[in-house]
């Protein structure tokens, strides 16, 4: 994926889920979130948008290539927006003071 794609694809998933860990649930600084596939590419999935959650880099990394999630196989069936709502949207609704603020409480 081409760094424009990324940073695009990052975009439309702050604007959709806010600044959160898809996993976690935490709220961080936007710059600190990876691209986490929920099909990883080694086990052939895909760049799409419908593929693609921001995560934590201890997330990301703890979930490494795992089919997994939440106890359930991931398959290319159900790889959609319907198939894997966004519960783990941030708890709450966020604004940039939110943000700031938790930015605050963590230093």
Avoid at 24 to 30: K, R, T
Avoid at 94 to 105: E, K, N, P
């Amino acid at each position: 994926m081409k760094t424009k794609q990324k940073r695009d694809r990052r975009i439309r998933l702050l604007r959709k889920n806010g600044p959160c860990c898809y996993w976690c649930h935490e709220i961080f600084p936007p710059y600190q979130l990876t691209l986490d596939h929920l099909k990883p590419r080694s086990r052939g999935g895909s760049n799409k948008l419908e593929n693609l959650r921001l995560a934590c880099f201890p997330c990301n990394n703890r979930r490494s290539d795992s089919l997994e999630r939440s106890g359930r196989l991931i398959s290319d069936a159900n790889l959609t927006d319907e198939a894997i709502p966004d519960l783990h949207q941030c708890p709450a609704p966020v604004t940039w003071q939110t943000i700031i603020q938790h930015i605050d409480r963590s230093h």
